[in-house]
């Protein structure tokens, strides 16, 4: 089982920009994906971004490509997701996961969500 624990979430203008980070702990890394998930008030929780640890490939979705950066510490076994030009609109509950990227066909790991708010 991977330990996952969020961090970097807060207020910020539109414009602004955020870091969010996800230590993971528990087992090896390398096998794993990580994904960032947010869920806004009355929404349901969609996927934002992912990297494949072992490759640092990266996948996006449409609405932060552009805008949003995902990145993995290796050496600390956390990964980053920078999140420049902000929109009230990606106000949410972020999410970080964790999958066996070879194996798994579902995020089975979450941390507990931290809070981003970005005000107009």
């Known amino acids: 089982q991977v330990q996952l624990v969020e961090s970097g979430g807060g207020l910020v203008q539109a414009g602004g920009s955020l870091r969010l980070s996800c230590a993971a702990s528990?087992?090896?890394?390398?096998?794993?994906?990580m994904g960032w998930f947010r869920q806004a008030p009355g929404k349901e929780r969609e996927f934002v971004a992912a990297?494949?640890?072992?490759?640092?490939?990266?996948y996006y979705a449409d609405p932060v490509k552009g805008r949003f950066t995902i990145s993995r510490d290796m050496a600390k076994n956390t990964g980053n997701l920078q999140m420049n030009s902000l929109k009230p609109e990606d106000t949410a509950v972020y999410y970080c996961?964790?999958?066996?990227?070879?194996?798994?066909?579902?995020?089975?790991?979450w941390g507990q969500g931290t809070q981003v708010t970005v005000s107009s």
């Open positions: 996961a964790a999958k066996r990227a070879a194996s798994d066909p579902n995020y089975a790991n």
């Open positions: 528990g087992r090896p890394f390398s096998s794993y994906r």
């Open positions: 990297i494949t640890w072992s490759t640092g490939f990266q």
